[in-house]
T-cell receptor, first 110, second 115 residues
Framework: AQSVAQPEDQVNVAEGNPLTVKCTYS??????LFWYVQYPNRGLQFLLKYITGDNLVKGSYGFEAEFNKSQTSFHLKKPSALVSDSALYFCAVREDDMRFGAGTRLTVKP | DTGVSQDPRHKITKRGQNVTFRCDPI?????LYWYRQTLGQGPEFLTYFQNEAQLEKSRLLSDRFSAERPKGSFSTLEIQRTEQGDSAMYLC?????????????FGPGTRLLVL
């Protein structure tokens, strides 16, 4: 069965600095990988996904993610963090059903 | 298109009571999913529908849980004889009919507290 791991519970960055939120996955077939963001007391908002093609995927709010097949990773990145990016970020992999990681809390400090 | 909606947004109940949640998916989305999210965890799959047919149920879905989507549009999730361990956020998502590459769009969730 598919699974994802988010090795960091918390990531802290200063506003204006680049950010990376890590995700590794395990699937038996072709991976369909997703990133979602969750603000307090809200549902999940879709950011981006990798299905096939270019390993660098661009998504909403300036986020991008790099698919690395050899390292089975799909890290979320942003060149310049904003305070408003502070939220909970979930990586997910979908083979049959969707499996989510435990989440990474991103805090961007002014 | 107003997105996925869920009602109520919050529910407080006493142990042993029954509760029912409603989800209205994005119109024309054939597939509808229910998830449960506890504090500090990612969403966990409970069940999904393709139109009115319930195609898969997780082992997390005990006998006290039942879900319906009678007309292939909105769905309800009922929990009978609630327990304190049922306290969680219940999320609904939908996507068009398609393969695993389809994006699931989530509602705002229903937060349940069982006292």
């Amino acid at each position: 069965a598919q699974s994802v791991a988010q090795p960091e519970d918390q990531v802290n960055v200063a506003e204006g600095n680049p950010l990376t939120v890590k995700c590794t996955y395990s699937v038996s077939g072709n991976p369909y990988l997703f990133w979602y963001v969750q603000y307090p007391n809200r549902g999940l908002q879709f950011l981006l996904k990798y299905i096939t093609g270019d390993n660098l995927v661009k998504g909403s709010y300036g986020f991008e993610a790099e698919f690395n097949k050899s390292q089975t990773s799909f890290h979320l990145k942003k060149p310049s963090a904003l305070v408003s990016d502070s939220a909970l970020y979930f990586c997910a992999v979908r083979e049959d059903d969707m499996r989510f990681g435990a989440g990474t809390r991103l805090t961007v400090k002014p | 298109d107003t997105g996925v909606s869920q009602d109520p947004r919050h529910k407080i109940t006493k142990r042993g009571q029954n509760v029912t949640f409603r989800c209205d998916p994005i119109s024309e989305h054939n597939r509808l999913y229910w998830y449960r999210q506890t504090l500090g965890q990612g969403p966990e799959f409970l069940t999904y529908f393709q139109n009115e047919a319930q195609l898969e149920k997780s082992r997390l879905l005990s006998d006290r849980f039942s879900a319906e989507r009678p007309k292939g549009s909105f769905s309800t999730l009922e929990i009978q004889r609630t327990e304190q361990g049922d306290s969680a956020m219940y999320l609904c998502a939908s996507n068009p009919l398609g393969g695993s590459q389809e994006t699931q769009y989530f509602g705002p969730g229903t937060r349940l507290l069982v006292l």
